[in-house]
Nanobody, 125 residues
Framework: QLQLEESGGGLVQPGGSLRLSCAASGFTLDDYTIGWFRQAPGKEREGVSCISSRGGRTNADSVKGRFTISRVNAKNTVYLQMNNLKPEDTAVYYC???????????????????WGQGTQVLVSS
């Protein structure tokens, strides 16, 4: 059974950093695009960053220059390094998987069929 599990969330002060992890089980990540999405209270879930099976990356404008997505297929894990965090980054962060061998990826929610349960990120002083 395909499962994704996020970890690494928590409370951090503005300007701080966190690294989120998305660990896969029941399948190997090699042929999947992985995306990170977030949902703040009262808002729609939005795409943050994705990495294709062949390493192509796409980032939302709001996180460019601050967030970096990476994957370590040997560990079956994708990471989201978040630096210079802002209060508006506060949200539940989800990772999601899209099957397919691709050079690029997009942050269209409907492309992703499997989702994790999410991890809370709170940016506050």
């Amino acid at each position: 059974q395909l499962q994704l599990e996020e970890s690494g969330g928590g409370l951090v002060q503005p300007g701080g950093s966190l690294r989120l992890s998305c660990a896969a089980s029941g399948f190997t990540l090699d042929d999947y695009t992985i995306g990170w999405f977030r949902q703040a209270p009262g808002k729609e879930r939005e795409g943050v960053s994705c990495i294709s099976s062949r390493g192509g990356r796409t980032n939302a404008d709001s996180v460019k220059g601050r967030f970096t997505i990476s994957r370590v297929n040997a560990k079956n894990t994708v990471y989201l390094q978040m630096n210079n965090l802002k209060p508006e980054d506060t949200a539940v962060y989800y990772c999601a998987a899209q099957y397919g061998s691709n050079w690029s990826c997009s942050l269209m929610r409907r492309n992703f069929g499997s989702w994790g349960q999410g991890t809370q990120v709170l940016v506050s002083s």
